[in-house]
């Protein structure tokens, strides 16, 4: 089974900390994805990432950065976190042959008090 | 841009009814169309999906039909149990988009006993 790991299941952090998420996926996909999930808005598309160091704004990219120096990690970086990005973040990977089947992991709730 | 609407949550049911959520989309072109759902503290699970216009997904008791004259994937289940209690996202991908979702906003079911 394909299994897409983050790191950190729960975080609390203070306003303007620098914030990383990090994301591994085990199935050598091509492609990995960062969602934010927040009541009554679904998942929203923050960055995407087609190959090792490649990078693509999504939806929502403002606030955040993205890394992909491995194929199996793809890392979220928020440089000043901030109250309104409290939100449940849900990384995501599939692969570029069989691209219609995307795997999530568990998400990261993430607090910034 | 494409775009996908779900119906208003959120739903409660008694265990053995009808269970129907209307999805509709708008997308260029010929999209795959998929349902996901996260139950309570996980991440998102594939529970079904279909490619082409008069394709139907069917899993776990759950079906869904890809209409393309209605651009709609509603979907449908004859008899829930309170274990399908959780919150359906349905989600269409194009085909150039390296697989990225677009998601509705997410209907959150509950099945009483």
């Known amino acids: 089974d394909v299994k897409v790991t983050q790191s950190s299941r729960y975080l609390v952090k203070r306003t303007g900390e620098k914030v990383f998420l990090e994301c591994v996926q085990d199935m050598d996909h091509e492609n990995m994805f960062w969602y934010r999930q927040d009541p009554g808005l679904g998942l929203r598309l923050i960055y995407f990432?087609?190959?090792?160091?490649?990078?693509e704004k999504g939806d929502i990219p403002e606030g955040y950065s993205v890394s992909r120096e491995k194929k199996e990690r793809f890392s979220l970086i928020l440089e000043s976190a901030s109250t309104n990005q409290t939100s449940m973040y849900l990384c995501?990977?599939?692969?570029?042959?069989?691209?219609?089947?995307?795997?999530f992991g568990e998400g990261s709730w993430l607090t910034v008090v | 841009g494409d775009s996908v609407t779900q119906m208003e949550g959120p739903v409660t049911l008694s265990e053995e009814a009808f269970l129907t959520i209307n999805c509709t989309y708008t997308a260029t072109g010929y999209p795959s169309l998929f349902w996901y759902v996260q139950y309570p503290g996980e991440g998102l699970q594939l529970l079904l999906k279909?490619?082409?216009?008069?394709d139907k997904g069917s899993n776990k008791g759950f079906e869904a039909t890809y209409r393309k004259e209605t651009t709609s994937f509603h979907l449908e289940k004859g008899s829930v149990q309170v274990s399908d209690s959780a919150v359906y996202f349905c989600?269409?991908?194009?085909?150039?988009?390296?697989?990225?979702?677009?998601f509705g906003q997410g209907t959150i079911l509950t099945v009483h006993p």
């Open positions: 989600a269409l991908t194009g085909g150039t988009s390296y697989g990225k979702l677009t």
């Open positions: 990432s087609y190959d090792v160091k490649m990078k």
């Open positions: 995501a990977s599939s692969s570029r042959d069989r691209g219609l089947t995307i795997y």
């Open positions: 279909a490619t082409k216009a008069d």
